[in-house]
């Protein structure tokens, strides 16, 4: 049981450059989350998931896309990566809406 | 006025002590009440939840909410060198969890 996993761990984007957020949980949650976390700010919610099929934007989308075609996977988009889009990116799930989320290790992402 | 407000610190106690971090929210209809705690270059995980006015205790943890006055706290008692970490206060807002910035606690051996 790996829980949450995200790839890559690190990556640095030139500005305008696009990429996609791994986030993978095999504990058949149903919510699923992404978060950005910036130096001595808290998390930031950017889009979250009900279900497979399900999205909705959180506090802070813009410049971000989700998909949800799977329980299991929930990638994140970033289309014309920006400086300020530099950040710590961290993946939860949950089981329904209970506050227990789980949470993947982050991709640190710095954009250039 | 942010949803969630933290003491940013770093808040310094020497180890034995007990740490007190302490968190405020704006919306007076928040039910459910919450503690992350984060390592650095980690990720955070669940440490104490609580739903109802007074005391939630877990080992050496206590939680405490004070709804009337919007506030809820965490206390850390005999607190030890490997609970030197940042510890996020989260409040449930709709069907979202809204994180404070965090305390960062440092105990001194």
């Known amino acids: 049981n790996a829980g949450v996993t995200q790839t890559p761990k690190f990556r640095i984007l030139k500005i305008g450059q696009s990429m996609t957020l791994q986030c993978t949980q095999d504990?058949?949650?149903?919510?699923m989350y992404w978060y950005r976390q910036d130096p001595g700010m808290g998390l930031k919610l950017i889009y979250y998931?009900?279900?497979?099929?399900?999205?909705d934007k959180g506090e802070v989308p813009n410049g971000y896309n989700v998909s949800r075609s799977t329980t299991e996977d929930f990638p994140l988009r970033l289309e014309l990566a920006a400086p300020s889009q530099t950040s710590v990116y961290f993946c939860?799930?949950?089981?329904?809406?209970?506050?227990?989320?789980?949470f993947g290790p982050g991709t640190r992402l710095t954009v250039t | 006025q942010k949803e969630v407000e933290q003491n940013s610190g770093p808040l310094s106690v020497p180890e034995g002590a007990i740490a007190s971090l302490n968190c405020t929210y704006s919306?007076?209809?928040?039910?459910?009440f919450f503690w992350y705690r984060q390592y650095s270059g980690k990720s955070p995980e669940l440490i104490m939840f609580i739903y109802s006015n007074g005391d939630k205790e877990d080992g050496r943890f206590t939680a405490q909410l004070n709804k009337a006055s919007q506030y809820v706290s965490l206390l850390i008692r005999d607190s030890q060198p490997s609970d030197s970490a940042t510890y996020l206060c989260?409040?449930?807002?709709?069907?979202?969890?809204?994180f404070g910035a965090g305390t960062i606690l440092r105990v001194k051996s």
């Open positions: 939860a799930s949950s089981y329904g809406q209970l506050p227990e989320q789980y």
């Open positions: 919306d007076r209809g928040s039910q459910s």
């Open positions: 998931s009900v279900g497979a099929g399900i999205t």
């Open positions: 989260a409040v449930i807002a709709g069907n979202k969890l809204v």
């Open positions: 504990m058949n949650h149903n919510y």
